[in-house]
């Protein structure tokens, strides 16, 4: 069965920190990444998505995708208490552009305390 | 519209009820996508379907729960005669090419 596995947390930063989620997945063949952030009682939010092998910046948020290790990760920098959530990695194990079914992870509890 | 559009938003049903959940997706997105996500889980699939045709139905649990799109826009998820275990958060997501954007969810709760 194809899984996403990421570590529930809780995870919990000081305010101003840099905050690392991580995800792995088993499917070697899979091309298109995600990180969604879901406040509690809230529907998940795309913020960002991620293709090739490397980094992507975006704000404070940089993704990072090693295809080798089956391993992608969500840097958040400069953490605030609004970023408080729980964090769902998603992987499309179709061709990329197939508009293929998302495999999610259980989630990653982020806390960022004042 | 500007985004997913779901509705109704809760949904208290009966054992042995049937209820109708239904999803607007976004304008000009041939994708649509229902995902069931139980408390403190990660969205499941459901079904998926492009334009009106329903290509992959595998994540439906049970020959109780169907889901149409018959004219490539809104769908309908439905589920008959519901038991306790379909209690869970019903969310419908569109897309036009790799990114998937939701809608606020149904939240369905069989008593």
């Known amino acids: 069965q194809k899984e996403v596995e990421q570590n529930s947390g809780p995870l919990s930063v000081p305010e101003g920190a840099i905050a690392s989620l991580n995800c792995t997945y088993s499917d070697r063949g899979s091309q298109s990444f995600f990180w969604y952030r879901q406040y509690s009682g809230k529907s998940p939010e795309l913020i960002m998505s991620i293709y090739s092998n490397g980094d992507k910046e975006d704000g404070r948020f940089t993704a990072q995708l090693n295809k080798a290790s089956q391993y992608v990760s969500l840097l958040i920098r400069d953490s605030q208490p609004s970023d408080s959530a729980t964090y769902l990695c998603a992987v499309n194990m179709g061709a990329r552009g197939s508009n293929y079914k998302l495999t999610f992870g259980k989630g990653t509890l982020l806390t960022v305390n004042p | ?111």
């Not at chain 2, 559009?5 to 809760?10: K, M």
């Not at chain 2, 049970?62 to 490539?72: H, L, N, Q, V, Y």
């Not at chain 2, 958060?89 to 939240?107: I, K, M, N, P």
């Open chain 2, 1 to 111: 519209g500007a985004g997913v559009s779901q509705s109704p938003r809760y949904k208290v049903a009966k054992r042995g009820q049937d209820v109708a959940l239904r999803c607007d997706p976004i304008s000009g997105h041939v994708s649509l996508f229902w995902y069931q996500q139980a408390l403190g889980q990660g969205p499941e699939f459901l079904t998926y379907f492009q334009n009106e045709a329903q290509l992959d139905k595998s994540g439906l649990p049970s020959d109780r729960f169907f889901a149409e799109r018959p004219e490539g826009s809104v769908s309908t998820l439905k589920i008959q005669r519901t038991q306790q275990e379909d209690s869970a958060v019903y969310l419908c997501a569109s897309s036009l090419s790799d990114e998937a954007f939701f809608g606020q969810g149904t939240r369905l709760t069989v008593v």
